[in-house]
């Protein structure tokens, strides 16, 4: 149960990942961070308010809270990075996030078997791989190195926080909905000192009005993965479940080369192999 949700995790991050990349073409990030998880703020409220889910607030809601303050900065840095500095180095170091949730269950006094660990060092490698790192060219801004790694820092931090903060199935659309709604606060704020600075909040034309159902998609598919992350983490390992739920950026190369016919570099391909090796001995482990 823990590798099948923990892989439903990394396809629905993926997907989304590669669904913000295209809409950031064309309009900007902050934006598209704050619609797109507006929508699905609105979404679990009517979800919330069927369930009867506001029945569960408790103090486990905190942990939803600071996951909701901690994603949007850790996204923002994210942003900044892959502007300065060459994708091939900031997305492969950014999958040092997995080490967050990984060390919380270490800590917590999981101790995977030698199949585990095997399969977790295999992943891991893939995944890295699979970003297609950058061996060489041009040196890399200490900033951009910076910006990385606190944004690594933040995305582990929302795993390990996300699978803290429900018990129950209601609770959990509860605890989804405050951690949006917190993201749209913060993001708005950030998008409004944005455009104070002299910033555009729309592209050329006006609002994205098509790109809605896009925007949309990314949003609940991001809701989706924290969920289907939560019940990974509480129904097993969380070292194997953070393992298995950070294979997202192998999806979203292998969408770009689905969809936009981007061809997979060697080191590419071969990272992507060894993820499915990593997966295989993480599952059977």
């Known amino acids: 149960m823990t590798a099948f949700f923990a892989l439903a995790t990394s396809l629905l991050w993926g997907l989304a990942d590669f669904g913000g990349g295209l809409l950031t073409r064309r309009s900007p990030a902050l ?59 900031v997305s492969p170091l950014a999958t040092l996030s997995v080490a967050v949730p990984v060390g919380v269950g270490l800590f917590l006094g999981e101790r995977p078997g030698l199949l585990q660990v095997a399969g977790i060092a295999v992943a891991v490698a893939g995944v890295v791989l699979a970003g297609g790192p950058q061996l060489r060219g041009a040196p890399v801004q200490r900033q951009t190195i910076l910006l990385t790694l606190v944004a690594a820092l933040g995305f582990g931090t929302v795993f390990a926080l996300i699978a803290e903060a429900s018990t129950t199935l209601t609770g959990l659309f509860l605890a989804l909905f405050v951690q949006r709604v917190t993201n749209v606060a913060v993001g708005g704020v950030a998008l409004y000192a944005s455009v104070r600075r002299g910033a555009k909040a729309l592209p050329e034309g006006g609002f994205p009005w098509g790109s809605l159902p896009a925007l949309a998609f990314v949003g609940l598919a991001d809701v989706a993965a924290n969920g289907t992350y ?46 499915l090796v990593g997966t295989l001995l993480l599952a059977t482990g």
């Open 31 to 89: 934006t598209v961070v704050v619609v797109s998880q507006g929508i699905a703020a609105v979404v679990l409220g009517a979800i919330v308010v069927a369930t009867g889910g506001w029945s569960e607030a408790g103090p486990l809601l905190w942990f939803a809270f600071a996951a909701g303050l901690v994603g949007p900065v850790a996204l923002l840095c994210f942003y900044k990075a892959l502007a300065q500095g060459p994708m091939g180095v």
């Open 230 to 275: 939560s019940v990974a983490a509480q129904h097993g390992p969380v070292t194997v479940a953070a393992v298995l739920a950070s294979l997202y950026p192998v999806v979203t190369a292998l969408a770009a080369r689905g969809f936009l016919s981007e061809r997979l570099r060697a080191i590419q391909a071969a990272g992507a192999g060894l993820a």
